[in-house]
């Protein structure tokens, strides 16, 4: 697939079919997103990748924060892929200190980073996927038993697709470049 077609191509699907993805194909998707930039090169997203379907619906009806569209969109996934950060390195020096103004926002933009590849490359293998934002990410932590070393930074429900969307309009290029 060409670069700029998977860019313009891909759609967040809300909607899967009930195959699972192997591990096969999954460690595919994952050997191509861990080359996303990170901080200095920190390497710092990990990634869980839930099937067991008693956890999946503990998430969906405990960590939602009460979203329904959430809930339903976990529940009929046939796999979540929860992306974590390893805490206190990305925007970190090694004496503790931040090197930018952003602080320890950067563990967050690479985790940004690290969806988005994540998701170009599962779409390139066929499957389906949707960044979910709201949840709660101190209940998945202590649902999938994530160590205190490690921050839950986005919730990603895969699966083959089971609908395909049409394009959202884009607003026109120029909003949104500035020049100077």
């Known amino acids: ?3 700029i077609e998977g860019i313009k191509g891909r759609r967040s699907i809300r909607k899967f079919k009930s195959d699972a993805v192997s591990h096969e194909v999954m460690d595919k998707i994952i050997e191509a997103a861990r080359f996303a930039p990170t901080w200095k090169n920190t390497q710092t997203p990990r990634y869980v990748v839930v099937e067991d379907r008693e956890i999946l619906s503990k998430i969906a009806g ?9 809930k339903d969109i976990i529940e009929g996934a046939p796999a979540l892929v929860i992306i974590t ?3 206190k390195r990305s925007g970190y020096e090694r004496d503790g200190s931040f090197s930018t103004s952003k602080g320890n926002e950067w563990q967050m933009f690479d985790a940004g980073v690290a969806a988005e590849a994540f998701c170009l ?7 389906g996927s949707v960044i979910l934002g709201i949840f709660d990410d101190a209940k998945v932590a202590e649902i999938i038993g994530l160590g205190e070393d ?8 895969v699966g ?13 290029l ?4 500035t020049y100077k």
Not at 160 to 172: F, I, L, M, Q, T
Not at 174 to 177: N, T
């Open 1 to 3: 697939m060409e670069l």
């Open 85 to 87: 950060s390893i805490n």
């Open 62 to 70: 405990e960590a939602t924060l009460g979203f329904e569209h959430n």
């Open 174 to 177: 120029s909003e949104y470049v």
């Open 121 to 127: 490359s599962a779409y390139n293998e066929g499957v």
């Open 150 to 157: 490690r921050t839950v930074s986005c919730l990603i429900p």
């Open 160 to 172: 083959y697709p089971d609908e395909a969307p049409n394009p959202v309009p884009r607003k026109d």
